[in-house]
């Protein structure tokens, strides 16, 4: 089961699309899972043979989990699924939990090990559990919502899931990510105007939006300051080589996804654009495939459609790196002794202190403007 | 509505009754003359004649197996046991005859019987005359067993048993006889089917029946002056147990801790112990305790009954123990 978010504890399998026998290739989607951020497709890692499917639909399971066997070109047959290690019973007297308690540990994520008990006999009680969920520090597994009720949930339930999932992630991230905030105003006149040129000679379906530069000029300026492309997997941060950029979606529902634009960096504008156009669709129907949702390297959210003008995020966990561009204002600006009127962004950074500073962050928004200031080359 | 003793409650049932049913009749040891060991039948010969208050021979056995003959032959009999401990010797009509004619005659038989005890103790009658074996019964496939608790329960289940077309058996704690209690005379029939929450409380559940209910009620008092709320259910029925409210009470509180005036061992309180194992065990903060009898013949001496019989304080310090630290 894969973690699709650092909100997720769980996943419920909802179909096979391949059986044992199939051939699969790397990318193929080879299931279908309900999490709460919607139903997600599963590709497959690796390519091979579906030997065994060990989870059945309708049956939920912990992240994690394997979902099938999958034999590579020329493995024999595996013996058996490989089970999962018990976890490590603590030294010396067992630990007295309460079967409600170990229950609610389970769905809340909460590490019994490190739970003082009050019940009889020094137990865990559920009261325990939920006190030392409310207090976690550092969970070392993500907090998952209340546990989903065992039939298909209806659609406010799952708009309430959604909610309950983006309350786990952003209290996580302000409660454990310290925060900085930077912002710059950017001119926009070169970009602007090298867009009009642009959209002038092509048909509507194929204009691109200024929107597309941003995330463009942000792929690029990533390569400049590649600390900010990263996963904190505490107590360090891994770099990416990839540059996927999450692309901050609202659901027309109520809530959001924020699902990657794979290679960012490497996509024309006009490859961008068709990509943003199919992935905000596939967003919106529920038809995000599973890495779109695990592999952001970072975040970028715009609200200059609502009228915002200054938008700054919350870090969307493992990220390190969120984006926020307001929309775009026509105003006085001076240039060279003169006041003139110009097309203007504020571009606005939130970074994860433990990973980065204030002075890269600075180097990061400058790099985006560069970015913008030679539209010709995003 | 009034206030009426338990004992009032009762003979008012068996007057409406007897008045409203001319198969209805009352038999059983002094039932008559004397008026009923405990005076539930006190002036009913007088006002119905001894064709319908029937004194019987001291023999159990004769005369619980005239009532199975009189109930087979359409006749609605209530039969009055002095108390449990005597209803022995009638134990083979019970699980011989009266719970198995139904199923042995492929139903042609009805055995519409009510049998009526008191059992329990508390009033220094000693071993012979104070144990509570209604838990037996209630291991009896056949037959129904009800405790009535109150002065409601005591008037208006004795209506409802009379309805069934099978063995109906009710225990009468002694104790409660004196009780007084809220009574509407237009309450009629009890429902004989589910428990009761006679005390809405949040932190554990308290099961009891018959005589300890109010022990129950009283150290949920103690409790909740100490600010832990305790829900009290009382079972009513026995036999067949309402699982489903019994668990859905421990379900909301996480912990139980059943009274039961009989000895621990093999008890109806083991029955209710293992259905919520069976049922709620991923809702428990606590493993399921109970309140029992000593394992030793009832005391006489009044310091040694009490000693041996569950009593508030002790419902209170067993609360306190699932409880554990949580709350001082």
Known sequence: MPQLGADMAAGRLVAWYKQPGDAVKKGDIIAEVDTDKGAIDVEVFTSGVVEKILVQPGEKVPVGTPLAIILEAGEGPTPSPPTPAAPPAPAGERQRVSPVARKVAAELGVELA??????????????????????QPTPATPTAPPPAPPAPPGEADRRARMRQAIAAAVTRSKRDIPHFYLSTTID????????????????????????????????????????????????????????????????????????????????????????????????RQGELRSSELSDPTITVTSLGEQGVETVYGVIYPPQVAIVGFGKIVERPWSLGGQVVSRPLVTATLSADHRVTDGHRGGLFLAAVDARLQEPSRL | MTRITYRDAVRSALREALASDSRVFLMGEDVGRYGGAYAVSRGLLEEFGPERIRDTPLSESAFLGAGIGAALGGMRPIVEVMTVNFSLLALDQVVNNAATLRHMSGGQLSVPLVVRMATGAGRQLAAQHSHSLEGWYAHIPGIRVLTPATV???????????????????FEHALLYPVEGDFDPASGVAD????????AGTEATVIAYGGSVGKALQAADQLAAAGVEVEVLDLRTLRPLDDETILTSVRKTRRAVIVDEAWRTGSLAAEVSARITEGAFYDLDAPVARVCSAEVPIPYAKHLEDAALPQPAGIVTTVRELLGTTRG
């Open chain 2, 192 to 199: 004989i089917a589910h428990a009761a929450v006679r005390r």
């Open chain 1, 114 to 135: 490190s739970v003082r008990g009050t019940g009889p006999g020094g137990a865990v009680t559920r009261a325990d559990v939920e006190r030392a969920a409310a207090r």
């Open chain 1, 188 to 283: 926009l006149h070169r970009a602007t105007t090298w867009l009009g040129e642009q959209n002038a000679t092509r048909p509507v379906a194929d204009r691109l939006l200024a929107g597309a530069l941003f995330l463009k000029a942000v792929a690029l300026a990533l390569r400049d300051v590649p600390e900010l492309n990263a996963r904190w997997e505490g107590p360090k941060v891994v770099r990416s080589d990839a540059i996927h950029v999450g692309v901050a979606t609202f659901l027309r529902e109520g809530g959001l996804v924020a699902p990657a634009l794979h290679d960012t960096d490497r996509l024309s504008l006009d490859d961008l654009m068709r990509k943003l156009r199919d992935l905000v669709n596939r967003a």
């Open chain 2, 152 to 170: 409601a329960d005591a008037y208006g289940m004795l209506l409802a048993a009379l309805r069934e077309p099978d063995p109906v058996f009710i």
